[in-house]
């Protein structure tokens, strides 16, 4: 249940994203861009840690890192806001940036279980508070596109609900080449389409002279849907 005080203003909301997209559309410094990136997320956050909802000593952290993909720094949905202490359990560890010619997360500095955690609980958050909009969370093509590379899928392939919640699912499947490693192990035909939280994998045997085949059940129902103002 919403506190009153936690109630979104949503016009002070929209404000600040009229400044932001202003500031990206005009010829301004990039700590300016950042600014003004900070300032939507903190208030589309409603001034509050959406992790343990501290007031106190709050910041807007980049879910994807900026080192790692430039590209989505300034996007909406990359964004949440984080108290100190949070934060800065965040970003324990490697924090520098990483040699890409290594496989993804390495050097243990994309913490991938921690980005999935933070799109997941910054869609509860935006469902919570009806605010799923996708101008107030967007993630571009482009940076789903890379997460589905990066677990090794197709781009192409679907994935449900809004685009944050999307990028939660991505980044929860286990690597696909891992998985088909295990499943030649075992014996067991693999299938290429993802296996979504709760999923099941069904092994139908061998009969009438047809082979083996895997069988997916999906029973994960998306929290959000694609959703504009």
Known sequence: MIRAADVPDISAIEAKL???QAALSGDLPRERRLRRWSE????RDGHR???CHSRRRLSAHHICRKSFLAEP???TGNGITLCSACHREVH??????P????????????KLAAMERLYSILTDDAVERGLMRDDFYFLSDELLASFKRMQGY????YFPGSRIEQAYLILAEGELGMRRAMAEANGVPMANQPLLPGGLYLVRPESAGQPRQSIIVQTYVPRSKPSIK
């Open 18 to 20: 009229v400044k932001l």
């Open 40 to 43: 939507f997320i903190r208030e």
């Open 49 to 51: 840690c959406v992790d």
């Open 73 to 75: 720094q300034f996007e």
């Open 92 to 97: 324990r560890g490697f924090n520098a940036r």
């Open 99 to 110: 040699d890409l010619s290594l496989p993804v997360d390495a050097q243990g500095g994309e």
């Open 154 to 157: 197709d781009p192409a392939t």
